[in-house]
């Protein structure tokens, strides 16, 4: 998209969603988007969940055992991830998808 496309749509918008609409384009502009992702072992029964600013280096970075508490299980794949505008929304959703239901959630994923 380019810049004026989006800020002409973000004009027309209801005056409460104008400025969220124009900090999220705002923040995938700038690459500072919050990933939140689950990968899980191709070997073991294991699930991870996590958050990054760069999902591809994360991912990297748990394959090459540089992580502590995924080193043992390596290798992963990425099995779910979604998008954040802010570290705070993010961790709410990281929080859940570690809990029961969520990680009940993530073993559905085929």
Same mark, same amino acid.
């Given at each position: 998209? @380019? +810049?004026? =496309?989006? #800020?002409?749509?973000? @004009?027309?918008? +209801? &005056? ?5 609409? !124009?900090?999220?384009?705002? $923040? @995938?502009? #700038?690459?500072? $988007?919050?990933? /939140? *992702? @689950?990968?899980k072992s191709e070997e073991r029964n294991y699930?991870? /969940?996590? $958050? ?18 995924? =080193? &043992? *299980? !390596? +290798?992963? #794949? ?16 990281? !929080? *859940?998808? =570690? ?7 993530? =073993?559905?994923? !085929?």
């Amino acid at each position: 998209f @380019a +810049p004026h =496309k989006i #800020t002409a749509a973000v @004009a027309n918008l +209801p &005056a409460g969603r104008q400025d969220w609409q !124009k900090h999220y384009f705002e $923040m @995938a502009m #700038t690459g500072r $988007m919050i990933y /939140v *992702y @689950a990968i899980k072992s191709e070997e073991r029964n294991y699930i991870y /969940v996590g $958050m990054t600013n760069n999902i591809q280096r994360r991912l990297a970075e748990h394959n090459n055992g540089e992580n502590k508490s995924t =080193k &043992a *299980y !390596k +290798p992963f #794949t990425l099995i779910y991830s979604e998008t954040y505008a802010s570290r705070k929304e993010a961790r709410i959703r990281e !929080k *859940y998808l =570690k809990s029961g239901v969520g990680k009940q959630f993530l =073993k559905g994923l !085929k």
